[in-house]
């Protein structure tokens, strides 16, 4: 059975965006997506795509790949984009009809906001894709530490978010599972009544339930046969290293983002 969600899921390769330091690669991922809210020129929004396309080139993954887990958000943007089209009015009016006011800053608000989002999750999905969830987890746990140093639940706050990466592929296989299963008891909720459809989809919601409830138990069950400790102290097998690349990561993000600053200038 084959799941197409792809959020959560470390794409293997051998790049340099791989071998980042998970901790770097976060910080700038974090950067460079905050800096994508300061894109308002086309020259900004020219140079942001270029850089997320490099990145995504540099991280070996294929084009194909990405844009087949960005379809469900290509059709919110689409939506972005046309009340932004219709609700936005400034500059010279384009189209003047009954209900429908079409100006050029609403023409030019379609084109960038749906694009900016785009290319900021495009970075976001290239951390998910180019970072193991066991590599997120530490990055977070990193980020948190200080909390667990004036006594709060740093790293069990770090665990948690690993633990929601680990098993956000394996709730989407077992939704595909109750979902194929209740058609072919013919519950199907793409066909029927409206009120047949909500049955169906209530019963896959209730089964879903059952199923994340179950998996819950069996990782309690694990961890406390494993003798887990929420607050005991802890050590990472593998240690993460800040080297020349993580050096050089750094310097190209604050580069890139004092570049969309300069050409805001332009």
Aim: hydrophobic letters at 55%; aromatic letters at 8%.
């Amino acid at each position: 059975m084959s799941c197409k969600l792809t959020i959560g899921r470390y794409y293997h390769a051998s790049s340099i965006v791989h071998r980042l330091n998970p901790t770097v690669k976060s910080v700038c991922a974090l950067l460079l997506i905050l800096a994508s809210f300061f894109v308002k020129t086309p020259l900004q929004l020219a140079f942001f795509c270029v850089i997320a396309l490099a990145l995504l080139a540099l991280a070996h993954i294929p084009v194909r790949h990405v844009l087949r887990s960005a379809v469900p958000v290509a059709w919110v943007l689409t939506v972005l984009a046309l009340c932004n089209l219709l609700l936005v009015r400034g500059g010279d009016t384009l189209v003047a009809a009954e209900f429908v006011v079409i100006t050029s800053a609403g023409v030019w608000a379609a084109i960038l906001y749906p694009i900016r989002v785009f290319a900021a999750i495009l970075i976001g999905m290239l951390l998910m894709l180019t970072t193991t969830p066991n590599d997120l987890g530490k990055a977070f746990d990193t980020a948190l530490s200080p909390l667990s140093r004036i006594g709060l639940p740093g790293h069990e706050l770090a665990m948690v978010f690993s633990l929601m990466l680990r098993f956000i592929p394996t709730l989407s296989a077992d939704a595909t599972s109750i979902t194929e299963a209740q058609e072919a008891r013919g519950g199907s909720a793409r066909h029927g009544s409206l009120i047949q459809r909500c049955r169906a989809l209530q019963s896959i919601t209730v089964a879903l339930i059952a199923s994340s409830l179950r998996h819950a138990e069996n990782l309690a069950r694990a961890l406390d046969a494993r003798n887990y400790v929420a607050a005991a102290p802890r050590t990472s097998w593998r240690q993460t290293r800040f080297t020349f690349r993580e050096a050089a990561s750094l310097l190209v993000t604050a580069a890139v983002i004092a570049g969309i600053f300069v050409l805001a200038l332009v």
